[in-house]
Nanobody
Framework: QLQASGGGLVQTGGSLRLSCAAS????????MAWHRQAPGKQRDLVAT???????NYADSVKGRFTISRDNAKNTVYLQMNSLKPEDTAVYYC?????????WGKGTQVTVSS
């Protein structure tokens, strides 16, 4: 089970840190990801981090967002800086494990202009 938290309302240029806490099994060996879905739009991949710590980002967030993981806490983070109104969305953490997709419940991020 994945539980995302840390969303909220922030002004343009502000920062937020999202957390995704996993329970039930270790994420130590899993690739973890953050996705986001804005109103009326499809869900898009934001960032991934594999078990070795290698990361990938969507072009729209490169240089502003940082994904990280703490395996001891079974948690993945998304540090979001220099936020823009177009970052407004529900953010979901995700992993694929044993052939199944696991999505967190989502946390709302709203960036005001």
């Amino acid at each position: 089970q994945l539980q995302a938290s840390g969303g909220g309302l922030v002004q343009t240029g502000g920062s937020l840190r999202l957390s995704c806490a996993a329970s039930g099994s270790t994420i130590r060996y899993d690739t973890m990801a953050w996705h986001r879905q804005a109103p009326g739009k499809q869900r898009d991949l934001v960032a991934t981090i594999n078990s070795g710590g290698s990361t990938n980002y969507a072009d729209s967030v490169k240089g502003r967002f940082t994904i990280s993981r703490d395996n001891a806490k079974n948690t993945v983070y998304l540090q979001m800086n220099s936020l823009k109104p177009e970052d407004t969305a529900v953010y979901y953490c995700y992993t694929r494990k044993y052939g199944s997709d696991y999505w967190g419940k989502g946390t709302q991020v709203t960036v005001s202009s």
